[in-house]
T-cell receptor
Framework: KNEVEQSPQNLTAQEGEFITINCSYSVGISALHWLQQHPGGGIVSLFMLSSGKKKHGRLIATINIQEKHSSLHITASHPRDSAVYICAVREINTGTASKLTFGTGTRLQVTL | NAGVTQTPKFRILKIGQSMTLQCAQDMNHNYMYWYRQDPGMGLKLIYYSVGAGITDKGEVPNGYNVSRSTTEDFPLRLELAAPSQTSVYFC???????????????FGEGSWLTVV
């Protein structure tokens, strides 16, 4: 059974700080998603990656397939980055694309 | 282009009542999903569909039913609501064809359901 573990569970940072959120998983995967859930509840896809690194604005996502580990970095954090960040993985050979296993999320609070 | 639209946003049900959560997407996605999110837990897959007329169970299907008569719509039916079905429900969709948006998943805004 695939386990997706995120750390830390909760994170408080001051505006401008560099933030790292980690995700580890236990089985082979074909892709990993990073999602953002705002206090109102809506979930938005930030990244989908299967190797290497992707960057979008102040957000950077990296993945190491051999070590079964991914990180989400936020540079120059801002209060509007406050949200729950969720890691989800798609196992190899699930028989159906996009049957995902989700982590429990990292709650980030960025203060002024 | 509205993306994934689900209704209602909030609903209180009495034990034993039935209701349908509506979900529609306008992106011509072939895959659609229903998830539930319980406090402190990761999202769990209830049912999914790979195309019109095709549905299958996820991890936690008991107490729910779905149908997919069109590409756009994927309603979730709760029969005989129970307190254990109190949760936040998310509908999502993705495209499993070719192209840059392949397998990117799009979520609805969520439906908060309380069963009392």
């Amino acid at each position: 059974k695939n386990e997706v573990e995120q750390s830390p569970q909760n994170l408080t940072a001051q505006e401008g700080e560099f933030i790292t959120i980690n995700c580890s998983y236990s089985v082979g995967i074909s892709a990993l998603h990073w999602l953002q859930q705002h206090p109102g509840g809506g979930i938005v896809s930030l990244f989908m990656l299967s190797s290497g690194k992707k960057k979008h604005g102040r957000l950077i996502a990296t993945i190491n397939i051999q070590e079964k580990h991914s990180s989400l970095h936020i540079t120059a954090s801002h209060p509007r980055d406050s949200a729950v960040y969720i890691c989800a993985v798609r196992e190899i050979n699930t028989g159906t694309a996009s049957k995902l296993t989700f982590g429990t999320g990292t709650r980030l609070q960025v203060t002024l | 282009n509205a993306g994934v639209t689900q209704t209602p946003k909030f609903r209180i049900l009495k034990i034993g009542q039935s209701m349908t959560l509506q979900c529609a997407q306008d992106m011509n996605h072939n895959y659609m999903y229903w998830y539930r999110q319980d406090p402190g837990m990761g999202l769990k897959l209830i049912y999914y569909s790979v195309g019109a007329g095709i549905t299958d169970k996820g991890e936690v299907p008991n107490g729910y039913n779905v149908s997919r008569s069109t590409t756009e719509d994927f309603p979730l039916r709760l029969e005989l609501a129970a307190p254990s079905q109190t949760s936040v429900y998310f509908c999502a969709s993705s495209y499993a064809g070719q192209g840059a948006s392949r397998n990117t998943i799009y979520f609805g805004e969520g439906s908060w359901l309380t069963v009392v």
